[in-house]
């Protein structure tokens, strides 16, 4: 079956420490995007990705980092940049303009 | 600044009876409108979409746009307890990035 998979489910950053979130999806969907969700917030776009190699920054992009080495992965780098990171990270893909997103299960971060 | 906005709810509706959820959004250009279900902890599944004006039916849940007002709406009829989520409004502005701008989502409790 085709999907987004996120792993890990939860995980758990050290202050000052570089974590990464990782994003798979085989729907051979072309765009893909990172979203964080805090309580009361909604959605906040992290990063997207259009195509291959090529990724621009969203609304909340500072602290983060992304690669598009492949079509079939997005991954988050969560830095030590980013203050307060604890929050609930959304993976999506979408096949295009006009449709709707695929997300992944999710990814709980907590900073301990 | 581009905006979706709901009521944050918790909109109560007893077992059997029509939900109807709101959403209004502030980009009149707006041309995709997506209707997305969250349960507790987990991430969100989309359950609608709508491009044009009217409505649409898929079993339960009917989609209602009305451009000229930028309101959208989500009607479930004959609620079930397992109904009971956080229901999003997402609304892409156009363009091709094909970036979702999410509202903050109302919650729904359906009483058995």
């Known amino acids: 079956d085709g999907g987004i998979t996120q792993s890990p489910k939860y995980l758990f950053r050290k202050e000052g420490q570089n974590v990464t979130l990782s994003c798979e999806q085989n729907?051979?969907?072309?765009?893909m995007y990172w979203y964080r969700q805090d309580p009361g917030q909604g959605l906040r776009l992290i990063y997207y990705?259009?195509?291959?190699?090529?990724?621009q920054k969203g609304d909340i992009a500072e602290g983060y980092s992304v690669s598009r080495e492949k079509k079939e992965s997005f991954p988050l780098t969560v830095t030590s940049a980013q203050k307060n990171p604890t929050a609930f990270y959304l993976c999506?893909?979408?096949?295009?303009?006009?449709?709707?997103?695929?997300f992944g299960s999710g990814t709980r971060l907590t900073v301990v | 600044q581009k905006e979706v906005e709901q009521n944050s709810g918790p909109l109560s509706v007893p077992e059997g009876a029509i939900a109807s959820l709101n959403c209004t959004y502030s980009d009149r250009v707006s041309q995709s409108f997506f209707w997305y279900r969250q349960y507790s902890g987990k991430s969100p599944e989309l359950i609608m979409s709508i491009y044009s004006n009217g409505d649409k039916e898929d079993g339960r849940f009917t989609a209602q746009l009305n451009k000229a007002s930028q309101y959208v709406s989500l009607l479930i009829r004959d609620s079930q307890p397992s109904d009971s989520a956080t229901y999003l409004c997402?609304?892409?502005?156009?363009?091709?990035?094909?970036?979702?701008?999410f509202g903050t989502g109302t919650l729904l409790a359906v009483q058995p």
């Open positions: 729907l051979n969907h072309d765009a």
């Open positions: 999506a893909s979408s096949t295009g303009e006009g449709y709707g997103y695929t």
């Open positions: 997402a609304v892409n502005p156009g363009g091709a990035t094909n970036k979702l701008i």
């Open positions: 990705s259009q195509i291959v190699n090529d990724f």
